[in-house]
């Protein structure tokens, strides 16, 4: 698509709506205010209007909108706990709704399970948010580990050396997908796959997955979707959180999050995660380790400023320390740069801080602006047997988002300016592979919400790449209420990022396979080209009441066509992996169909089956890409008792996958076309007293001990040409039971 049309693609949307149903619609937040003066978003608050039946309830963010009514103009909030308040309301201002905690409450108890996963049904995007009791339900102790109970969302070993996990959404790996915290750019760069591990389970608060294109609003890169992570913050995060864990892996880790108010008008938390893993384990006898021994220690300091005058304002600080040794299982540091035992060290040094500016005009609360800013030094030293790859990532981000309306609410607009600075210094193998990246841009989102059944979010961004040119994204977000219970999404849009290859494919250099990189000899990265693909996605979100209990039923198809992808070869030579640029067809189709219901009280039951058809063209050829299943189904069940005990379970099934061709190795060496498929079942039982001060819960992992036979090629030779460990589609690591316990002053 050119320039020229994309500007007339989103100009033609822009404008028109302008002339659309001018029925009028209130629409506003409520808060809740509490004793000590801090706020709460109020979600399922009751709005309706005065001596109706006619009335919404609030989602997530405490957010809502309702259809004026010709016969009052006096609207009613109510939520349990807080006294009820009625207004008068009129078309075309945002309410800012503001409920004063009622410390008086009549003896009456009241009964209301929310769901640990909820799909808005207000926004054009669909944007599934995981809260902190689904997390709960796993282990969860990094964000990589924060998916297992989620169908959307596939993690998979990158190889059986680093213990290194990966995730994988719409059959495409995990740096398609834009990861970002609190709607700043987080996982990128050096770290877009070990960047998972840096953020610990017991920091999160929430996840907000949306699949396909995201919003101009936050960059071009995103292609597959959207993981925005909300840390614990001051404001509404527990004075003190204590969380231990030990698995029979030798895995412990501790974790603690601390909070405190400073003065009146400040609040500072300090998060803090250790963890250690000394115990060797060869649990298959193939004399490499089956998880690297490691040492980790993460810590985050954050402030936020407390105000009722429309200002927002927070920074922080977070430091990173990692040191994972793997390898043959008599390796010790002593041993590096030896040819008679094979060994890998990851040692990682990371420090970043952040800050937002943000400020609400209280003449007008619909206008505001905010301004993003972030920085990260990333330092990495690393050897797999007698190789090198040590490399550094400075990163410099910033974003200033003005947002208004036009003539009235209905119409809505952000834009903006944005700024990336990468530079990149990385050695392999004696070779340098330094660059600098510097992206300036501009943006601009209009929404239209001025009919009840239908949204519409249209934006076009403009960039300049110092090494790649100048670019536009145009991306689009439909929404369409069928009935009062099925809302009907589609998405469109075009997303670029640059291939960061060394890092991104760290699991192949433990392997003997020689790094071919045909580029250009141009100054781009690599000497390759950018990565361009456009998305396309339409889903159906049915809610539904049987036997007095709730259910929705989802579906969802997308579609992803590349125009230029950095194709990973691993089918040419099982000696070699070649990088180079698409030359022919690439794309990803994912279908995905999910059923959530009660099936008696406080049994829940999740289902879902997902589809991928996901193929690329490696030299002349259109093949399937490889370790990835074209087939899987998934179950979870929660049940929690009166008196605070929970039970879940997991079971997943994974159909066959695609291995890359070793046809031309020795027989002893040769794989099978395609791995067989396989289940895994995961459990948890946890018990909590008053009020969830104290929990300890206990689990169990892969308790069908399945485990892939074999996974390192030529294990007993590891300088051999046929050293391979990357040709990884199953557990490594049997059953694993653990145990922790969690602590808690509200």
């Known amino acids: 698509m050119s320039l020229n049309s994309s500007i007339l693609f989103v100009a033609l949307l822009f404008f028109s709506f302008s002339s659309f149903s001018q029925t009028s619609w209130i629409e506003g937040t409520v808060i809740g205010k509490l ?4 706020k709460e978003k109020l979600y399922g608050a009751n709005v309706y209007w005065s001596g109706t039946t006619s009335g919404v309830t609030t989602d997530t963010s405490g957010y809502f909108r309702l259809k004026k009514e010709a016969s009052t103009d006096q609207l009613v909030v109510r939520f349990i706990g807080y006294v009820a308040d009625t207004i008068s309301a009129d078309s075309g201002n945002l309410l800012q709704i503001a409920l004063i905690q009622d410390n008086q409450l009549d003896a009456v108890e009241v009964e209301y399970r929310q769901k640990t996963t909820t799909i808005d049904f207000l926004t054009a995007k669909k944007v599934e948010t995981i809260g902190e009791r689904e997390l709960l339900k796993a282990a969860c102790c990094n964000l990589s580990e924060s998916f ?14 680093t213990g290194t996990r990966e995730i994988q959404m719409l059959g495409l790996a995990g740096p398609y997908t834009q990861i970002m915290r609190e709607n700043m750019p987080d996982v990128r760069g050096l770290s877009s796959i070990q960047g998972l591990t840096y953020t610990p389970g017991t920091w999160v608060e929430a996840i907000q997955l949306n699949k396909g294109t995201g919003s101009v609003v936050n960059g071009y890169e995103s292609i597959a979707g959207q993981i925005n992570v909300n840390l614990r913050n001051p404001a509404n995060m527990d004075r003190l959180y204590l969380n231990s864990y030990v698995n029979q892996m030798g895995r412990l880790e501790l974790n603690a999050n601390l909070s405190a108010d400073v003065g009146e008008r400040w609040g500072t938390a300090l998060l803090l995660h250790g963890k250690s893993n000394a115990i060797r384990n060869d649990t298959n006898e193939d004399g490499f380790l089956d998880n690297p021994l490691s040492k980790q220690f993460i810590g985050l300091n954050r ?3 407390y105000s009722d005058q429309g200002l927002h304002l927070q920074f922080g600080v977070k430091g990173t320390f990692i040191d994972n040794l793997s390898g043959q299982n008599d390796f010790t540091l002593s041993d590096r740069g030896s040819n008679t035992i094979w060994g890998m060290q990851m040692l990682t040094n990371r420090v970043e801080a952040w800050t937002k500016i943000g400020k609400v005009n209280p003449e007008r ?12 030094y990333h330092d990495q030293e690393t050897f797999f047997g007698l190789r090198e790859y040590d490399a550094t990532h400075s990163m410099l981000y910033g974003n200033f988002i003005f947002q208004s309306i036009l003539g009235s609410t209905n119409h809505q607009y952000k834009t903006g300016l944005s700024f990336q600075y990468d530079d ?7 070779t340098n592979y330094n660059r600098t990246e510097v992206v300036p841009g501009g943006f601009v989102e209009y929404s239209f919400k001025g009919s009840e059944r239908f949204d519409l979010v249209a934006g076009l961004r403009g960039d300049y790449h110092n090494l790649y040119g100048s670019f536009v994204t145009p991306r689009l977000h439909l929404r369409y209420l069928l009935t009062e219970n099925a809302v009907l999404r589609g998405s469109a849009g075009r997303g670029q990022r640059t291939a960061n290859l060394l890092a991104e494919n760290l699991g192949l250099m433990a392997s003997s396979r020689d790094f071919i990189i045909q580029g250009d000899g141009s100054d781009k990265p690599f000497g390759l ?8 996605g339409v889903n159906l979100t049915h809610e539904f009441t049987l036997d007095y209990r709730d259910g929705s039923l989802t579906f969802d198809f997308y579609r992803t066509d590349f125009e230029n992808q950095i194709v990973v070869d691993l089918d040419e030579s099982p000696q070699e992996v070649q990088f180079y640029n698409l030359a022919g067809e690439s794309y990803s189709n994912s279908f995905q169909a999910q059923l959530d219901y009660e099936l008696v009280k406080r049994l829940d039951l999740r289902m879902a089956y997902r589809w991928f058809d996901v193929q690329t063209t490696y030299g002349d050829q259109l093949l399937k890409k490889p370790l990835i299943s074209t087939h899987r189904a998934f179950a979870n069940l929660g049940y929690e008792t009166r008196d605070h005990w929970r039970f879940d379970y997991t079971i997943n099934w994974q159909g066959g996958k695609r291995i890359p061709n070793t046809s031309s190795n020795l027989d002893e060496y040769q794989l099978a076309e395609t791995s067989p498929d396989f289940i895994l079942m995961n459990a948890q039982v946890s018990k909590y007293w008053r009020d969830e001060v104290f929990e300890i819960y206990v689990g169990a992992e892969n308790i069908l001990n399945f485990t892939q036979e074999a996974p390192i090629l030529s294990s007993e030779t590891p300088f051999s040409p046929y050293f391979d460990s990357s040709l990884v589609w199953g557990p490594i690591f049997g059953r694993n ?6 602590y808690r002053i509200r």
């Open 35 to 38: 004793p000590d003066g801090q």
């Open 529 to 536: 080209d950018a990565e361009v693909a456009w998305n396309y």
């Open 365 to 376: 609360p619909y206008e505001s602006f905010g301004i993003q800013i972030s920085g990260s």
């Open 148 to 161: 297992e109970t989620s169908p959307s969302v596939d993690v998979s070993f990158t190889d059986a050396v």
């Open 737 to 742: 039971v653990y145990l922790g316990l969690r």
């Open 424 to 430: 990149y210094l990385e050695e392999f193998n004696q």
């Open 303 to 305: 402030w936020e400023l």
